[in-house]
């Protein structure tokens, strides 16, 4: 963060310094462009009384050019001056952070397949749509002429718009998707609906007693939530006493709440992802947060093997050298090592349960194979090897 810092320091002075360049630049033009004006209207006024150019006006004339000259040349002169500045942010990036990555990851990340760079673009382009900036990916598709499926961008446009609306307070559009999907997201256990024709309710009693009929006849809407959410539609039918009252001034204050509304969004995200198959947050975003807590780690790991002469350690495959821990919020799945290898098992070589209920490695599993017979490394119990079950996990 102390590089970071640094580097920002910089950052503001050279803003600091086009701010003061813009306005110098405004005024010193304005005032120009005034003396201008004022030279053309007396010119103009000398050109009706048809006579020739007096010698004055020729001599405010040339100073009127010199000057137009020494204000271009003092403006460019102040521009350059700011170019020093800039190259200070980049010497300050430069001294700040290390720019030499090239040791952590395998060469041919950096090789320039059209293959590679396309599925980089698809990344960034289902990143952008992801975020709703839907403007920048369709000008990204256009400017790397990737071909689009309207297939690929409608879930996101979809998903876009309704939570467009639903962050201007508008229900109709999520409420009319969560009807629409209404068993698919039973199966999912979402209560997506619920909580939308709820917040409808609430806004009903938060008009007051001229609403209370159409909150009445609204509430004909839980009828189908009523085993599911019991205490939820007691609460908001309870809360119909204080309609008079006003419901900011009672007990049932916390309907109003403007946190529903930010959970609603939450509530829609995280469903309508789980259902349309997209995940809740963008993996590029995710690979990139994992990539800027793991490259310090890495490139310390690299000064080290490098220090102790040992670069054959570390092969770059498909392993790290040491396991890095990117916190709870990147555990996606369950991982299994092989307590016989003390490797972490892969599709090739998965976890296997022996008959005796021991889990050991495939390639530990072919090490121990004796004779057509294996001993269970654990309890020793003897088994046709074949017997073991592969894991999944
Ligand atoms: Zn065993």
């Not at 975003?285 to 670069?311: D, H, W, Y």
């Amino acid at each position: 963060m102390e590089q970071c810092g640094c580097v920002e320091r910089e950052l503001d002075k050279v803003l600091h310094k086009l701010l003061g360049y813009g306005h110098h630049c405004e005024r010193s033009l304005g005032e120009l462009l005034r003396y201008v004006r004022h030279m053309r209207e007396e010119l103009g006024a000398a050109a009706l009384q048809g006579a020739p150019l007096s010698a004055t006006l020729s001599l405010v004339m040339s100073q009127c050019c010199r000057k137009i000259k020494d204000t271009v040349q003092k403006l460019a002169s102040d521009h350059k001056d700011i170019h020093s500045s800039v190259s200070r942010v980049g010497k300050a990036i430069d001294r700040n952070f290390d720019a030499e990555l090239c040791g952590v990851v395998p060469d041919v990340v950096w090789e320039s397949h059209e293959k590679q760079q396309q599925l980089l673009q698809l990344a960034i382009v289902e990143h952008l749509y992801q975020q709703g900036m839907l403007g920048v990916a369709e000008e990204l598709c256009q400017e790397s002429t990737l071909n689009l499926d309207v297939d690929f961008k409608q879930p996101f446009l979809e998903l876009n718009r309704i939570l467009e609306a639903l962050r201007q307070q508008d229900l109709r559009p999520a409420l009319d998707w969560a009807i629409s999907h209404q068993q698919q997201l039973l199966e999912l256990n979402s209560s997506l609906e619920f909580r939308l024709h709820r917040l409808h309710f609430i806004r009903l009693l938060a008009g007051g007693p001229d609403k209370q009929l159409e909150a009445l006849n609204y509430a004909r809407q839980f009828q189908p939530f009523a085993r599911l959410h019991q205490r939820e539609i007691q609460v908001m039918m309870g809360s119909l006493v204080y309609l008079r009252l006003g419901l900011e001034n009672s007990p049932y204050c916390h309907l109003l709440d403007a946190s529903h509304w930010t959970e609603i969004c939450e509530t829609f995200t995280r469903d309508a992802c789980a259902l349309l198959g997209l995940s809740v947050e963008s993996p590029l975003g995710v690979s990139f947060a994992s990539g800027c807590v793991a490259l310090p780690v890495l490139m310390n790991i690299k000064a080290v093997i490098e220090q102790r002469q040992c670069t054959g350690v570390w092969s770059h495959k498909d392993e790290l050298p040491i396991e890095i821990d990117l916190g709870m919020k990147c555990w996606y799945h369950s991982v299994f090592a092989c307590p016989i290898l003390r490797q972490q098992t892969t599709d090739s070589n998965p976890p296997i349960k022996l008959i005796c209920g021991h889990v050991i490695s495939r390639d530990a599993l072919n090490k121990l194979i004796n004779g057509g017979k294996l001993k269970c490394p654990y309890c020793p119990m003897e088994q046709n090897p074949a017997d073991g079950k592969h894991i999944i996990f």
